[in-house]
């Protein structure tokens, strides 16, 4: 299971070995689960907020960009690791931000790193 929460810490989002991801309302007393997002076909291992988007990396060599500004959250991207997606080894197993001052400020990459010894960046406009 892996974690997550919003910048306002009012929504945390766990990452689970079900494939989904569940967000909680924190502002609520319990917390009450407020969404299920599904989409990955394999575990899922890591979960990061950047502004108003959700990216998830997964075991199906997929990294998934959500949006949770929105309500119900939608799916934006899929990105896709290698063409090996779901072969063993091909899974997405971190996700981390840099800002891409090469292009422009306005610009963040993407890296995710697999256990096969890889990492992929990709350029994303925010």
Sequence with gaps: TTTTTTTKATL???GSVDFSIKAWDLAQS???LKHTLTGHTNDVYSLAVRGPLLYSTSADGTIRVWDIAQEPPVLLHQLLHNTTAGVSGSLVAAIAFADNRMYSSSFVAVAASQFESSV???ALGC
């Design 120 to 122: 992929r960046v990709w």
């Design 12 to 14: 945390y989002s766990a």
């Design 30 to 32: 319990p917390p009450v």
